[in-house]
C-alpha cells in the first residue's frame, strides 16, 4: 500500500518541476524581504525530504522555531502558488481569462468604463472560442454593471443585447450543470457499487437516467453540452453492461474532440478519459483491431508537449495506459508474457503515489493479480489479492467481493484444502453481506464446495456441470458482471483439458482473429 503523506505543502512542493523551482527562487528574490529568508529555508528543506517529517524538519533547521512554523508553511503554500500561476498562466485557458477579467476590474475601478469594456470584448471572444461558458457569464455580468451605472454610449439597443446574451447563457449553464451532475452521479454510484448486480441497480441508475434532459438531445449543440451528455450514456450503459452503446458513445465521446481539437488542450483530462474509455469498449467488446489502432493513437499522444508538460496529464495517461497495456494480454492470452509489466507499474505507483487515489491503486492491484493467476503462479496472486483484501472496504465493494472470489479459486487452485472450509464460509458472507451474490457466484460457491472434498480425479464431471451451468448465464445481461471480473469460464476449460489458462484464452484469441481475417478477406 503507498505511503500517502497527507501534508498539503510538502505534496505540493514534491509536485514542482525543476523549472517551477527555480521559478520560484527567481521569484522570491525579486520579491525579497526579511522574512522570506525562512521562507526559502524551508522550502530547501521540505524539497530535500522524501516523506514529510515535521521533528526532523525542526531539528535540521533549527532557525525555524516550531511556534512559527504553521505561519510559515502558510506563507510559502501561497508563494509557491503564485510563483507557479506567473509562471503557467500562458498555458491555461483559464489562467489567461482570469487575468485579463482582473484587468478589466482594475480598469473599471479607475474609471476608464471604455478601455474596461474593450478588453471584455476580447474576453468574451476568446472564451466563447474556448467554450469557456462560465467566464461569458463573468464578462456580461461586469458589462451590464458598467451599463447600468455609467453612460458609455458604446452601443444602440446595448441593454436588450446584454440581457438576451445573460438569458441565453444562462440557459447554456443550466444544461450544461444538470448534466454534469448527472455524470458525476452516475460515475459516482460506479465507484461505490461497481456494475449493475439486478434489477433493483438498475432502477436505481434509472432514477438518474430518466431524467428529461438526458432525451431532449436536438437542442445541445455546445461543447460541453455534448460532451456531458455522451459521459451520461457512456456510465450508465457500462454499469448495466449494455457494451454495444457503450462503444456508441464512447466513439461520440471522443470524436466530438476531434471535431474541436483546440478542446484537446483545454480539457485534456476529459479527452483522456474518453480514449480510457474507449479502450475499454474495444476491450469488453473483444474488438482487437480497433483496440490495437486506438492504443497507438493514444501512446502518440502521451508524446506530445500537453502531457509532457502537464504532471496531472502524465499521472493520467500512465494509469490509463498501463491499464490498457494489461488488458492487452489479457485479450491475446499472453499472461506470462505482460508480468514485465509489473516491475514498470510498480516503479510508477511509487513515482506517482502522491496523487494517484486508492481506487485506482485497488484496479491496479487486481489487475496484476489477474496477470499472475492466468500465467499459472497462484500464490503471487493471491500476495496481490491481500493487499486489496487488507484495505478498508469503502469504494469498489465489487472489486472487494471478486478479490475474495479469486483469492479462493487461487487457494483452491494451490491444493490448501485446510484453507478452503473456512475461507468459502468467510468469502460467502462477506458477499451476502455486500448484496453481491448473484447465479453466477452461487455456481461457483457450490462446485468448491464440492470439489475441496472430493479426489481429484473425481472432480472432472463437476467441472464440466458448472461450465455447463455458466455458459447458459453468459446471455443474461444481469450475469455477465462476474464474467468481467473473471473467465471462469476458460478457467473451467483449462480444468477439464488440463492445459494452463492462458493458453485456453490465447487458443480462443487466435480463432476469433482467424474468422475476422476471414470476413476481412
Known amino acids: 500500500m ?16 525543476r523549472a517551477e ?3 520560484f527562487k527567481l521569484y522570491m528574490t525579486r520579491n525579497s524581504g526579511s522574512g522570506n529568508l525562512k521562507v526559502i529555508q524551508l522550502f530547501d528543506a521540505i524539497d530535500k525530504m522524501k516523506q514529510y517529517d515535521e521533528t526532523m524538519l525542526l531539528k535540521k533547521n533549527p532557525t525555524i522555531q516550531k511556534a512559527q512554523l504553521s505561519n510559515l508553511k502558510a506563507h510559502l503554500y501561497q508563494e509557491i502558488l503564485s510563483s507557479v500561476r506567473l509562471l503557467r498562466q500562458v498555458d491555461n485557458i483559464d489562467l489567461q481569462l482570469h487575468e485579463q477579467l482582473d484587468f478589466a476590474r482594475i480598469l473599471y475601478n479607475k474609471g476608464l468604463y471604455l478601455q474596461s469594456l474593450k478588453i471584455l470584448d476580447r474576453v468574451k471572444e476568446l472564451a466563447k472560442t474556448n467554450n469557456q461558458v462560465t467566464y461569458i457569464l463573468q464578462v456580461l455580468f461586469l458589462e451590464k454593471k458598467i451599463e447600468a451605472l455609467h453612460i458609455t454610449r458604446s452601443m444602440q439597443d446595448r441593454a436588450e443585447l446584454l440581457c438576451h446574451e445573460v438569458e441565453a447563457t444562462n440557459e447554456r449553464l443550466s444544461i450544461i450543470s444538470t448534466l454534469s451532475n448527472l455524470s458525476l452521479l452516475l460515475y459516482g454510484w460506479y465507484i461505490k457499487n461497481g456494475h449493475a448486480r439486478n434489477e433493483a441497480d438498475k432502477k436505481a441508475l434509472d432514477i438518474y437516467f430518466n431524467h428529461p434532459f438526458l432525451h431532449e438531445t436536438e437542442q445541445y449543440q455546445g461543447f460541453y453540452e455534448k460532451m456531458y451528455l455522451y459521459q451520461c450514456y457512456c456510465w450508465y450503459a457500462f454499469i448495466t453492461q449494455e457494451f454495444l452503446l ?12 476531434y471535431a474541436e481539437p483546440k478542446m484537446i488542450e483545454v480539457e485534456t483530462v476529459h479527452y483522456i478519459k474518453g480514449m480510457h474509455n474507449l479502450l475499454g469498449a474495444h476491450f469488453d467488446l473483444r474488438n482487437y483491431p480497433k483496440f490495437n489502432e486506438t492504443i497507438q493513437i493514444f501512446e502518440q499522444f502521451i508524446q506530445t508537449p500537453v502531457v509532457q508538460e502537464n504532471i496531472n496529464n502524465q499521472v493520467q495517461c500512465f494509469t490509463y495506459l498501463y491499464t490498457a497495456k494489461l488488458n492487452k494480454h489479457f485479450m491475446e492470452g499472453l499472461f506470462t508474457k505482460g508480468l514485465v509489466l ?3 507499474i510498480e516503479a510508477q505507483l511509487k513515482h506517482f503515489e502522491i496523487y494517484l487515489d486508492r481506487h485506482r491503486i485497488l484496479v491496479f492491484y487486481y489487475k496484476i493479480a489477474s496477470l499472475y493467476f492466468g500465467s499459472g503462479d497462484a500464490a503471487k496472486s493471491i500476495d ?20 475474495r472470489l479469486l483469492h479462493l479459486i487461487a487457494h483452491y487452485e494451490m491444493g490448501n484444502t485446510d484453507l478452503l472450509e473456512y475461507l468459502l464460509k468467510s468469502v460467502y458472507r462477506f458477499m451476502y453481506k455486500m448484496q453481491h451474490l448473484s447465479s453466477v457466484e452461487e455456481a ?3 462446485f468448491l464446495r464440492q470439489a475441496f472434498r472430493t479426489p481429484a480425479n473425481k472432480v472432472k464431471p463437476l467441472l464440466e456441470q458448472l461450465l455447463e451451468a455458466l455458459k447458459k448465464m453468459t446471455n443474461d445481461r444481469m450475469e455477465t458482471r462476474a464474467f468481467m471480473y473473471l473467465d471462469i469460464i476458460s478457467w473451467l476449460e483449462s480444468k477439464i483439458h488440463r492445459k494452463p489458462v492462458q493458453t485456453i484464452i490465447r487458443q480462443k484469441f487466435l480463432a476469433a482473429k482467424k474468422r475476422v481475417s476471414a470476413l476481412g478477406a
Request: hydrophobic share 35%; aromatic share 18%; glycine share 2%.
Open 2 to 17: 503507498p505511503n500517502r503523506s497527507t501534508d498539503a505543502l510538502f505534496q505540493l512542493i514534491q509536485s514542482l518541476e
Open 21 to 23: 523551482k527555480r521559478n
Open 246 to 257: 457503450y462503444y456508441r458513445y464512447c466513439q461520440k465521446w471522443v470524436d466530438l474532440f
Open 342 to 344: 509489473v516491475p514498470e
Open 384 to 403: 496481490y489479492l491481500n493487499k486489496i483484501i487488507n484495505w478498508k472496504v469503502d469504494l469498489r465493494t465489487d472489486l472487494q467481493c471478486y478479490a
Open 444 to 446: 461457483i460457491f457450490g
